[in-house]
């Protein structure tokens, strides 16, 4: 059984990780009538601004039917639009674009099996990071806020000061722990208090063992001033979770903790309180997959935990638009190893929120109460976009 789950595992994360080496259009001949894949946010937002849609959507679906010399159109969004309409430059850079959908595309019986390779274009799949992504003193600037784990969503009050707010830690998975933090940043350093929100926690009342529960206190961070790329810090529990509340955490029906037949602990959830603390740090490399507007790969150690993964924002590939992150935690002193795996899809609203909304499926793989390894927890994770990327 233990090998089927390990099998389950591994099929999964090939299906959410294998698009990333997805393809692109190669243009052998010319193109007329295709659609834009939303990788250039600037581009789409210019052509928006042109036609007087308010407010941009930098991930539109724009279509452009080139083949009647007499009637080329761009459509956006579904709305159809004159193709003149747009100045001379903005036209020759749509026609150029690289990358392109080909909606005329012949498909025959062998394209099951030839299609996929016939599109790779390995030098177009990875990109540079932002500016702003590689500085030490702007990096935490970041539109995201997603609901339960990942980065934190950062507001600057002025260029290099500014705040931040998470919920959950920046490596847990959907009801996983009840953490919830607070930060101001300024010039590199970033400090603030971290509290709890339990209704995070008590929703599932089953595999919690291999859960966090905090109770209130305070970090302090620092970005080395060399690039956005290593950070360290800080972090301490200033506050006794008490009694009464341990008894609420672990009572029989939270499924907090796992017992041997002979009724010792065999799992439990994890607490971190009364005084604990612990050095973290990070080394990331900010970089874009397939057009993602923020991404990072990273390993860290956070409260004593090995950590590894990567987050990626707004990937487009095909017209889709999804955010992918992963976690594992392969080792720890006092919990299980555990996979998380958000996969979080874009185009599910209209107007504003068609760019600004993001739901999809958070799983998290580790031992289950049984022994064996499986799905811990499965649920919905939300994400929202505050402003632009840059």
């Given at each position: ?296 790969i990273y390993v860290a150690q956070f409260l004593d935990e090995w ?84």
């Amino acid at each position: 059984m233990k090998r089927l789950y390990t099998l389950y595992f591994i099929i999964l994360v090939l299906i959410l990780v294998l698009p990333i080496t997805s393809f692109a259009q190669e243009e052998e001949e010319q193109i007329v009538y295709y659609q834009m894949e939303p990788l250039d946010d600037s581009l789409f937002i210019q052509i928006q601004e042109v036609l007087f849609i308010d407010p941009p959507d930098p991930k539109a679906e724009i279509i452009v039917d080139l083949r009647d010399p007499n009637n080329q159109t761009i459509a956006i969004k579904g709305s159809l639009y004159p193709f003149l309409a747009l100045p001379g430059e903005m036209r020759a850079r749509i026609i150029t674009y690289p990358f392109k959908i080909n909606l005329m595309e012949d498909v025959h019986f062998a394209s099951v099996f030839t299609r996929v390779i016939d599109k790779v274009r390995f030098g177009k799949v990875l990109a540079t990071p932002t500016k702003t992504q590689i500085s030490p003193t702007l990096g935490y600037i970041n539109p995201f806020m997603q609901m339960q784990g990942g980065e934190r969503v950062g507001l600057s009050l002025k260029q290099d000061v500014g705040l931040s707010l998470g919920i959950g830690t920046p490596y847990s998975g959907s009801l996983e722990t009840n953490m919830i933090e607070v930060n101001f940043h300024i010039l590199g350093v970033r400090a603030g208090f971290f509290s709890h929100i339990d209704a995070m926690i008590e929703v599932m009342k089953d595999q919690n063992h291999n859960n966090i529960i905090v109770s209130e206190g305070y970090h302090v961070n620092y970005t080395i001033p060399f690039g956005n790329f290593f950070e360290f810090g800080y972090f301490k529990a200033s506050n006794n979770i008490g009694e009464s509340k341990l008894i609420k955490y672990f009572q029989e029906s939270a499924g907090t903790v796992v017992l041997n037949p002979d009724s010792t602990v065999k799992y439990s959830a994890r607490l971190i309180h009364d005084n604990q603390s612990y050095l973290n740090w990070e080394f990331r490399y900010p970089l874009s997959v397939l057009g993602s507007t923020r991404g990072k790969i990273y390993v860290a150690q956070f409260l004593d935990e090995w950590h590894f993964g990567f987050t990626f924002r707004e990937m487009s590939l095909a017209g889709s638009t999804f955010d992918l992150t992963f976690d594992g935690m392969p080792g720890s002193k006092y919990r299980e190893p555990q996979y998380n795996i958000n996969l979080l899809v874009q185009k599910v609203m209209e107007g504003w929120g068609f760019s600004a909304f993001a739901i999809g499926p958070s799983a998290s793989l580790s031992t289950l109460a049984s022994g064996g390894f499986g799905f811990t927890k499965i649920f919905v994770n939300l994400r929202f976009k505050l402003g632009t990327s840059f």
